[in-house]
């Protein structure tokens, strides 16, 4: 398996994975009150969109790279 090939069945998982999850979330600590030895903290979600758009650019691209390599073999 050549590097173009990899590189091509990556983007193709990732655009599945585009579409499975539809972006990710992850969580930050914040100091809400400091007051000497009180001390109270927030937990924040925050959410990262991924568009469909890119999942489907994805995809649409590691098949072209797949359908180019099987042409110049």
């Keep these: 398996m050549n590097k173009?090939?990899?590189?091509?069945?990556l983007l193709i998982a990732f655009g599945i994975a585009a579409f499975t999850y539809e972006g990710f979330t992850y969580t930050t600590r914040e100091k809400a009150v400091d007051?000497?030895?009180l001390q109270v903290t927030t937990e924040r979600t925050k959410n990262i969109p991924i568009s469909p758009i890119?999942?489907?650019g994805s995809v649409a691209a590691g098949i072209v790279l797949l359908m180019r390599s099987k042409?110049?073999?």
């Design 4 to 9: 173009n090939n990899l590189f091509a069945f």
């Design 35 to 37: 007051l000497g030895s």
């Design 54 to 56: 890119v999942g489907i």
């Design 71 to 73: 042409g110049r073999s």
